[in-house]
């Protein structure tokens, strides 16, 4: 059960490592504390999620079935193509605010963890308990974030725009994966 955990939470992390990524190469969050708070943002939200997922059954899972991807690559869209935009206008930030705080910060949060309500779902259909597997899911989101987050913050110090265009588009990407794999696997 520890092993199927892991590699739960590492999958669930990839996106919140690559958003991270992403952020980081804003320069925005540049004080360890503002990477800290997000990443621990990122892992308390997935954990939490999986939890949310568990306990609302399938009754929620059919509620939100239908537009959960949707929400996830408009609000990655969204983060990304500011990044983008900013990246290509040197006079501009990417954000309005730091997205380490408020409610940027909850938007990314929830972008990144939708999935893992998914899995709590599935746990709770396979009748498979939750606490230990939401434990390591929000512990690895928390590790991988903040890895992100440094290697972001390296990068686009050291390349500086470019790393803000990447990080945008790479948020995008996410955006759009989450999307077209939500509706490849809903017409099969």
């Known amino acids: 059960m520890i092993y199927e955990s892991l590699l739960i939470a590492l999958g669930l992390a990839m996106d919140a490592f690559a958003v991270s990524l992403g952020v980081g190469t804003s320069q925005i969050a540049y004080s360890t504390r503002s990477k800290l708070r997000l990443a621990f943002h990122f892992g308390v939200f997935q954990a939490g999620m999986t939890l949310f997922g568990w306990l ?24 990304g193509g500011r990044m983008v ?3 290509f206008h040197a006079d ?4 309005s605010s730091d997205p380490t705080r408020g409610g940027l910060m909850v938007l990314l949060s929830v972008a990144t963890s939708l999935d ?17 597997p939401a434990l390591f899911i929000g512990l690895v989101a928390f590790l991988l974030s903040a890895i992100g987050l440094f290697c972001g913050c390296y990068f686009g110090a050291r390349f500086g725009k470019r790393m803000e265009i990447l990080g945008g588009f790479l948020l995008i990407a996410i955006g759009l994966r989450i999307l077209v794999e939500h509706l490849t696997l809903s017409s099969l």
């Open 116 to 132: 893992a309500l998914a899995v709590g779902l599935s746990m709770a259909i396979l009748g498979a308990p939750v606490f230990v």
């Open 56 to 79: 609302g059954g399938t009754t929620i899972e059919a509620l939100i079935r239908n537009f959960d991807h949707w929400i996830a690559f408009a609000l990655l869209s969204y983060v």
């Open 92 to 95: 501009q930030m990417s954000y």
């Open 85 to 87: 935009w900013s990246g």
